[in-house]
């Protein structure tokens, strides 16, 4: 008597979760069909998080590339303009460890400027430049439109008389940042000096 | 020449009209006075012992926590936030619990629960209570040890302290508090028969209803000095009275009436001096009322089911818990952020 | 009006404008050199239209207006221009106080755009601390319908007394600025508010109001109360409208402007004389004559300070503007400017610097004084902690940086530094995120086209090819895997991103006018550029599948 009772128990019990397992499944089988997307969202997130310097020092001709290549595995460490934070940000991003900078940090934003006297009119540069910043016509001087210009340094190698200069950007006062002198340290303490307070 | 403005300049004019942090800390403290005296002069000088060992051992440990730190000692120590918490888990431990229950609730308190997390204003959880709350799950015989109304100076006082008394001894000073008599009722089922059965020594209802009242009045005086803001103990006793009297309108053969909840226990002394650490505590006015009636419904429910007599500590615990999620989701609506008024529309039809 | 309505929070700090209310509005004495900063209003600095060594009068045009969002620039003394740099102009005075007025205007007849032009040449800004140009202000009419005019007198900062001495000296004045102002805007009414502690400027307000015409003026008196003078805690406090976070007063109807402005308005349109002096309140424990000037513009502030008798040993800063939102001066030689409407030589004991900064225990006194109902304590712990989602989601930007919850801090936080500091990172994170942005279109365009050009290049091959009728076999077998279909897809979705960019484009230009749409326009030409590669690809395809077929 107790035992039919217990199978009964038992059996109930399985039915009730197998159907509970089945139910779930279908629930998200449902959901993954429903709302997949076409695009890749993560490729674009990634890419929003680059740079946009198009530069080409990460190995891949543009930022969207390379945000394609590290969605398929690529390092995260070899965008030199975006730096430290950059690494920060897609580490966070795609759950990965942050990897030391694979290349130089830039210390700050550059842009390209060229020397007018010297220029020959040559057009590599125009060629060579990733967001067309710069404007001139075969055996006229060029120059650089500052505002778009994106400081990659592509347009240096290919100049046959070495006439451009990376100059810092220049910054007008509206964008003027206040001089912090914090760490990143969370703890209140931690920010005071440890002697000399009393 | 930009106009803009010179950051990093601290602002010109500050304030009289709000004491600074250490003030409102020793206020606090001063207010924790009537209800001190009032237990002592019911549960004898043990208490006082309590209050004293736990705030030196609070000040001991912070100052040695910040030296290893490298942090200055003075300032973080005159803030008195250390002392603090000493007073209150003093006053929640049993008169005069041994000199190393005190010790190891401090360190919990001070050095786990405080420091580790960044000292003051960094601490997810009320340092008192996860002293206290370690303390009760890891030396529950200690921790009900509440003897029965006593003279002020007990002859083994001295014994207890420095915890030489004998084991055998421990049981004699063991005296229900009424939670703790009222969750097990002896050979009672129903609450008229228990309390028919006068399970309590003579005097320990009254006694703790009265320490009760001494810490309403400690409450109020700050919630008169607006040291505290109301709305953590009103929405705590609020709910608290509200979900007792429903359980008790319910049944009230079972469950004990909502008088009795407000005045046993510490239901007002955690109102006004255990829920109010502002550090722990939800951050708007909306979540410091919810997270108030959050610990109410805790309090009510946790002594009527759970295994513990009273819960003050652990309702304060779990609502510290939930800190971070009611602070995101009660964030006020700043004027403009709703719609603009309606009536005299600006723009061009 | 009664004063119903309420805005939340509030500080009662110490008003001391005893020190500078006592004594009548004067006349600085004449500066012998101005300095004049390029920039002396919000938006983008005027460009100089004097060499050095130019001769000027007091009123003559030295720096034009740039851009939109800026305003003209006039000598306020007359003598010879001495150094021109890219951010000020220097004059040294000859004495003479030559003016050079333009004629006068009978506003009640002129025509509003020779008012709004008049505003325009005669540099006007608003004076309260913005410094908006007061033409461009004018101009809202354009795409908002103003109900009400606003006079904000409140004047709610401690010691500043600046529009206290102005109304009562220049009551009518102020009204009739105040007309002109509302004739502009189609106001229909105009709306004074004033803060209870100036009873004597209430008074000439209330003998004024008689005569004000045509427009009617309502004069509501506020209880005192930090910080009423706000543009959006005063509308809200006398007309119970909310100002929409990111908008502007004009949203709700509402001009608001300060009666210094509307007194400025008035000279420049009667007497023709542009914005060259304006009201200064002296005041502070370290000087011995406190009370309001006239002073030059480009005025050397140690020069005005040590005039009103500056106790050197005594100064241990000065703050322009008011205690709470103003700056102190890093140094006195510093000129003063259309945004100066106080200065502040403060004692030692007067603004002591404040304690040490302990840690923030969320006591919470800091929400409770808000004005905007922001959670103060919050804002500081991710300001800190850089977190810029969650400052955004606690509305940092609706934060009007008055500094109440600075002054009440138990911890002696300075919150409001980091507010500041947190916004101007985010700014600056905004402006970089928008450049990377149209670098980035800029790319995909440059690829549309190189892709474009490369498909043409391609299509005149095989039309050379085509021509030259050579047997197909050779062509054949390279153009074995034509993916016809593919092809196909990629031009369909090439036609479909025109449209879709058409369409956002269409979209936002309806939306908002006034907006850049450059990224935009590119990212059009990028998708058109990426159809015709599409299609000159196609079209290709297609030829070279007809000839497989044919041969």
Redesign the interface.
């Known amino acids: 008597m107790n035992s039919t009772i217990d199978i009964i128990g038992i059996l109930s019990a399985v039915a009730v979760l197998t159907g509970l397992g089945i139910g779930f499944g279908a629930l998200l089988g449902v959901v993954s069909e429903r709302f997949k997307r076409e695009d890749n969202p993560l490729v674009e997130q990634i890419?929003a998080l680059?740079?946009?310097?198009?530069c080409g020092q990460c190995g891949y001709p543009?930022?969207?590339p390379y945000a394609e290549a590290i969605n398929q595995g690529d390092a995260l460490n070899k965008c030199p303009p975006g730096g430290e934070a950059t690494i920060h940000a897609l580490a966070d991003l795609l759950g990965r460890a942050p990897e030391p900078l694979d290349g130089e940090a830039q210390s700050e934003a550059k842009v390209a400027f060229i020397r007018e006297a010297e220029c020959i009119g040559c057009t590599k540069c125009i060629q060579a430049c990733?967001?067309?910043?710069i404007i001139g016509a075969a055996k006229l001087m060029h120059t650089v439109i500052e505002d778009?210009c994106?400081g990659c340094d592509l347009c240096l190698d290919p100049c046959p008389v070495d006439c451009i200069d990376m100059l810092p950007r220049s910054a007008p006062?509206?964008?003027?940042?206040?001089?912090?002198a914090r760490t990143?340290n969370?703890?209140?303490?931690?920010r005071?000096?440890?002697?000399g307070?009393? | 020449m930009s106009m803009m403005h010179a950051s990093g300049v601290k602002d010109a004019m500050t304030t009289t009209a709000v004491p600074p942090t250490a003030s409102l800390m020793r206020w606090v403290i001063a207010a924790t006075l009537p209800g001190i005296a009032t237990m002592s002069y019911f549960f004898g000088l043990g208490v006082i012992s309590n209050v004293l060992l736990a705030a030196a051992f609070g000040v001991a440990l912070e100052a040695a926590v910040l030296r290893l730190r490298q942090r200055p000692i003075r300032v973080a120590l005159d803030d008195s936030s250390a002392l603090l918490t000493g007073v209150l888990l003093g006053t929640s431990l049993p008169p005069a619990s041994p000199w190393w229950l005190i010790g190891v609730g401090m360190i919990a308190a001070i050095v786990v629960a405080k420091q580790l997390y960044g000292g003051l204003g960094h601490n997810p959880f009320n340092p008192a209570m996860v002293g206290y709350a370690l303390l009760l799950v890891s030396f529950p015989t200690y921790m009900t040890l509440w003897a029965p109304p006593q003279e002020m100076l007990p002859n083994d006082l001295w014994a207890q302290i420095t915890g030489t008394l004998p084991t055998t001894q421990l049981d004699s000073l063991s005296g229900a508090t009424p939670l703790d008599a009222f969750k097990h009722k002896g050979n009672a089922v129903l609450a008229s028969e228990f309390w028919a059965a006068n399970p309590l020594p003579n005097g320990t209802l009254t006694a703790w209803q009265w320490v009760a009242l001494a810490w309403l009045a400690g409450g109020g005086v700050l919630m008169a000095k607006r040291i505290i803001s109301w709305h953590i103990p009103i929405a705590m006793l609020g709910s608290l009275v509200l979900l007792a009297t429903l359980f008790y309108l319910s049944a009230p053969s079972h469950f004990a009436s909502p008088l009795f909840h407000l005045l046993t226990g510490a239901t007002l002394f955690g109102a006004f001096f255990i829920a109010t650490d502002p550090v722990s505590a939800a951050t708007s006015q909306r979540g410091k009322l919810i997270y108030g009636a959050g610990i109410g419904a805790l309090v009510i429910i946790i002594r009527t089911f759970g295994g513990y007599p009273d819960a003050v500590a652990f309702a304060v615990l779990l609502m510290n818990l939930c800190v971070p999620l009611l602070d995101l989701y009660s964030v006020p609506q700043p004027t403009g952020q709703q719609k603009a008024s309606p009536g005299k529309p600006g723009e061009q039809p | 009006m009664s004063n119903a309505f309420d805005f939340p929070g509030g500080i009662y700090p110490p008003e001391r404008k005893q020190r500078s209310n006592q004594s009548a509005l004067i006349e600085a004495p004449l500066p012998s050199r101005v300095t004049l900063p390029l920039q002396q209003h919000s938006g983008q600095p005027a460009t100089p239209c004097v060499a050095q060594g130019d001769t000027v009068k007091v009123g003559s045009v030295i720096a034009k207006r740039e851009g939109m969002v800026s305003s003209a620039l006039h000598a306020s003394i007359s003598g010879t221009v001495g150094e021109v740099s890219t951010t000020q102009i220097s004059i040294d005075g000859d004495g003479q106080d030559a003016w050079l007025r333009l004629p006068p205007l009978e506003w009640q007849y002129a025509e509003p755009h020779a008012l709004l032009e008049r505003l325009n040449e005669s540099g006007i800004v608003g004076l309260g601390g913005a410094g908006f140009p007061a033409h461009i202000k004018a101009r809202v009419v354009e795409r908002h319908t103003i109900d009400t005019l606003v006079i904000n007198a409140a004047e709610c900062e401690p010691y500043i007394t600046a529009d206290d001495l102005t109304l009562r000296h220049y009551a009518n004045e102020v009204l009739e600025g105040a007309q002109i102002t509302a004739k502009l805007c189609g106001a229909q009414h105009i709306v004074i508010g004033i803060e209870d502690n100036k009873p004597e400027a209430i008074d000439a307000l209330k003998q004024a109001l008689t005569n004000s015409q045509p427009v009617p003026v309502e004069l509501t008196v506020i209880a005192t109360r930090y910080p009423s003078g706000g543009e959006r805690q005063l509308i809200k406090k006398l007309l119970d409208l909310n100002v929409p976070s990111g908008g502007l007063p004009a949203d709700v109807g509402v001009l608001c402007h300060n009666p210094g402005t509307l007194l400025a308005i008035l000279h420049a349109v009667r007497d023709g004389q542009p914005l060259v002096s304006r009201t200064v309140t002296l005041t502070g424990e370290a000087i011995t004559q406190p009370g309001n000037r006239w002073v030059r513009l480009g005025t050397s502030v140690r020069e005005l300070l040590e005039q009103t008798g500056l106790n050197t040993s005594e100064l241990h800063q000065v703050i322009q503007g008011g205690p709470m939102m103003g700056t102190p001066l890093l140094t006195l030689d510093t000129p003063v400017t259309k945004l100066t409407n106080c200065l502040i030589a403060a004692t030692l004991e007067e603004l002591p610097p404040p304690p040490a900064e302990s840690p923030c225990i969320r006591c919470g006194e800091c929400e409770s004084v808000c004005p905007v109902a922001l959670l103060p304590q919050q804002l500081h712990w991710y300001a800190r902690a850089q977190d810029d989602a969650k400052l955004e989601r606690y509305h940092l930007f609706d934060c009007i940086e008055c500094g109440a919850c600075s002054y009440v801090c138990p911890s002696h936080i300075p919150l409001v530094v980091d507010y500041r500091e947190a916004k101007s990172r985010i700014r600056l994170q905004r402006i970089e995120a928008t450049k990377a942005e149209h670098a980035k279109h800029r790319f995909e365009f440059r690829q549309a086209r190189l892709a474009r050009e490369e498909a043409e290049k391609q299509a005149r091959k095989q039309a050379r090819q085509a021509q030259q009728r050579r047997p197909s076999n050779t062509a054949a077998t390279n153009s074995e895997k034509v993916d016809l279909r593919g092809l196909r897809i990629a031009h369909a979705a090439a036609k479909a991103s025109v449209k879709k960019a058409e369409k956002t484009l269409a979209r936002v230009a309806q939306e908002d006018p006034k907006q850049s749409l450059d990224d935009l326009e590119m990212q059009l030409a990028t998708a058109q550029e990426n159809l015709k590669a599409a299609e000159l690809q196609l079209a290709q395809a297609r030829e070279q599948q007809s000839s497989e077929e044919s041969s």
């Open positions: 890419d680059l740079p946009q310097t198009q543009g930022c969207r990733p967001v067309d910043a778009e994106t006062l509206t964008q003027w940042q206040p001089v912090v990143s969370m703890i209140a303490s931690d005071q000096p440890a002697s307070v009393s």
